[in-house]
Each structure stands twice: as C-alpha cells, then as structure tokens.
C-alpha cells in the first residue's frame, strides 16, 4: 500500500510532511481521514476479538488502557511537553529515514523500508514511553478513545476526555515544529 498512501499512518507526521512541503496539503484531510478511521477500526476489531476478556475485567483503567494512552502522573505540561518531543523526534527521523541517499539513488531496505521508523517508535516509546504512553500519533489515541465512548463495554468507566486532547494536540504541535526546524537547518 506505500506506493499509493505514502504508508501514512499518523497524523502528526502527514501534518510535519505537509508543512515542511513534501506532500501536498491537499492530500492531508484525506489522509486524516484514512487515519482515523483506520485506528477506529482496528479499535473496534480489538474489542471484538477480546470480549470475553473484557467481560471478565472489572478495573475501567485497563479496559481503557486497551483503547487509549494514559499519564503515569497527570500534569497537564509535563504531559504535553512529552508527547511533543516524542513526536518531535519521530517526525525529524522521518524526514531524514524517508529522504536517504545512497550516491544520487534512493536508499532502500526493500520489504524492511520501515524498520528504521520502527526502531525510531521503538526508542521513543523506550525513553519516553512511561511518562503518557507514548501516542506520539494522534489518531492511535483519539479513534479508539471514541470507540471506548460507545461501545457497550462493562465496566468500562470513563474515557478520560480531559486527558484525551494531549495525545492529539502533543504530537501535532510536535510534528508542526520538527517540519519548521527541518526547513530552518537546511534539507
């Protein structure tokens, strides 16, 4: 699917690229789109496959967890900072993994093209991961913390809109800054 998406999965990235002019901002609502859409969907798919498992849980923090990110402490900054530089960094990696060179020809991992992103998620989520879970994508927590808001789950409890709006606003601001020190230093 990369060569017709652009293998666009999150947000805060599609929104970095847009800015720092690598893809068309035409293309970004429809990508958004897909996104979310697409984590909703996978959301969904989760609680179908784990129900019986959520009707044996009792604790509405994990069956939220299932869905959503969530602050080891809730400190509205702190939290925020964090998912910034989480997406900040995964979204400078991108621009510099998607643009290599190897001579004047593109390099490529063929099949393995998005190991080096990976390990980046990977780092982040290993460095930064315990202060917000990590989103560092918009749509990974806004679609399935809707789809915790109607599914009839038991004993789901609340979906923590208050915290809800870090994960989106974090790693768009993130991915908006590391477009704009992209262009700064040269690309």
């Known amino acids: 699917m990369a060569p017709f998406s652009g293998a666009h999965i999150n947000p805060a ?4 690229l847009a800015v720092a002019g690598k893809i068309e901002f035409s293309l970004v609502p429809v990508y958004l789109i897909a996104q979310f859409l697409g984590a909703m969907l996978g959301s969904f798919l989760v609680w179908v496959h784990y129900r019986p498992h959520f009707e044996l849980t009792e604790d509405p923090d994990l069956i939220l967890a299932v869905h959503s990110t969530s602050p080891a402490i809730r400190n509205t900054l702190s939290n925020l900072i964090s998912e910034i ?3 900040f960094v995964l979204v400078f990696a991108v621009f510099y993994i ?5 001579g004047d020809a593109p390099a490529s991992l063929g099949a393995l093209d998005a190991l080096p992103v990976a390990l980046v998620v990977l780092a982040i989520g290993m460095s930064l991961g315990g202060t ?3 989103a560092i ?11 915790h808001a109607i599914l009839p789950i038991k004993n789901k409890g609340a979906s923590d809109w208050s915290h809800g709006w870090i994960p989106v606003a974090g790693p768009v601001i993130g991915g908006i800054l590391a477009a704009l020190v992209f262009l700064i230093i040269g690309n």
């Open 132 to 134: 917000t879970g990590y």
């Open 13 to 16: 990235v599609t929104i970095g």
């Open 85 to 87: 530089i989480g997406t």
């Open 137 to 147: 994508n918009p749509a990974r927590d806004l679609g399935p913390r809707i789809i």
């Open 98 to 102: 998607s643009g290599a060179t190897v």
